[in-house]
Nanobody, 126 residues
């Protein structure tokens, strides 16, 4: 079991940066693949970024954030980060941290992630 708590959201202007953090409690966090998803008002939850257990090498991003967002993790601190640069108004959403032990983690489908945080709001003004 793992519990996830996100932080770092806020209101920023277009072009600004934010870093989201997700702290996990529970044992064996390093056994979980992690992902960030987001949900804008009136839209379905969508994949943003994911990475594998070890945090080295294997990362995935949705096309609209490639080159602007970076996912990383520090297993020693049980923390996952999402560095978001060059933010755009269309990035406005509630951002959720998620974790899974499923081998399907790289399918980047929310249904394969069994553990979720409460979400943190990111609002980007134009």
């Amino acid at each position: 079991q793992v519990q996830l708590v996100e932080s770092g959201g806020g209101l920023v202007q277009a072009g600004a940066s934010l870093r989201l953090s997700c702290v996990a409690s529970g044992r064996s966090f390093s056994s979980y693949a992690v992902g960030w998803f987001r949900q804008a008002p009136g839209k379905e939850r969508e994949f943003v970024a994911s990475m594998n257990w070890s945090g080295v090498g294997i990362k995935y991003y949705t096309g609209s954030v490639k080159g602007r967002f970076t996912i990383s993790r520090d297993n020693g601190l049980n923390t996952v980060y999402l560095q978001m640069n060059s933010l755009k108004p269309e990035d406005t959403a509630v951002y959720y941290c998620a974790a899974t032990t499923s081998s399907r983690w790289y399918f980047n489908d929310a249904s394969d992630y069994g553990y979720w945080g409460q979400g943190t709001q990111v609002t980007v003004s134009s």
